[in-house]
């Protein structure tokens, strides 16, 4: 059974800091993996989508990557700002194409 | 391009009634999924639906929980006999296929007095 873990589960950082937020998955098998970012009291919005063929998407200042064989997916986010502060959650598509969620990391950029 | 809209965005319901969530994908969508998010905790699946099929229901409560996505209008998601474990925020996304991005509406938050 497919689990994601991320760490750690906050994190604080001065702005133009750059900082990885970590995700593992258990099951190598995975169709894809998204990111999202969830503001409180919001929706999700996806910022990055990275197929199981794929090692990595970039978009604006932020890349994340994907590495199957070690079950492990990072975000990276550049010069980081104080509208980057989210809660940061990743997900991994299973075989029957349910996406199975990380707890999320709390992500706050102090100006 | 309207985004996921789901309705309402909050609802309040007292024990023992029936809360009805609904959600319209986005246009040219005809994959809907459901998720539940529980305070403090991440996402969990529910149901997976196409137009007038379930695909897999096996996130879902046998009891009392039931979805549908009808060949005209919004997918609903139903709650019978509602309880206080029940409160929680109920998030929607659709998709254009089963491998393709899901995109989310801003959820509806189920509160049981």
């Known amino acids: 059974k497919q689990e994601v873990t991320q760490i750690p589960a906050a994190l604080s950082v001065p702005e133009g800091e750059n900082l990885v937020l970590n995700c593992s998955f258990t099951?190598?098998?995975?169709?894809?993996l998204q990111w999202f970012r969830q503001d409180p009291g919001k929706g999700l919005t996806s910022l990055l989508l990275?197929?199981?063929s794929q090692r990595e998407q970039t978009s604006g200042r932020l890349n994340a990557s994907l590495d199957k064989s070690s079950g492990r997916s990072t975000l990276y986010i550049a010069a980081s700002q104080p509208g980057d502060s989210a809660t940061y959650l990743c997900a991994g598509m299973d075989s029957n194409y349910q996406l199975i969620w990380g707890a999320g990391t709390k992500l706050i950029i102090k100006p | 391009n309207a985004g996921v809209m789901q309705n309402p965005r909050h609802l309040v319901r007292r024990r023992g009634q029936e809360a009805r969530l609904r959600c319209s994908p986005m246009?040219?969508?005809?994959?809907v999924y459901w998720y539940r998010q529980l305070p403090e905790e991440g996402l969990k699946f529910m149901v997976y639906l196409q137009k007038e099929n379930i695909i897999d229901e096996s996130g879902m409560p046998k009891e009392r929980f039931s979805a549908e996505f009808p060949k005209e209008g919004p997918s609903i998601l139903r709650i019978q006999q509602v309880v206080r474990g029940d409160s929680a925020a109920y998030f929607c996304?659709?998709?254009?296929?089963?491998?393709?991005?899901?995109?989310f509406g801003d959820g509806t938050r189920l509160s049981i007095l």
């Open positions: 099951d190598s098998a995975i169709y894809n």
């Open positions: 996304a659709s998709s254009q296929g089963n491998n393709q991005p899901q995109h």
């Open positions: 990275i197929q199981s």
């Open positions: 246009k040219g969508h005809s994959h």
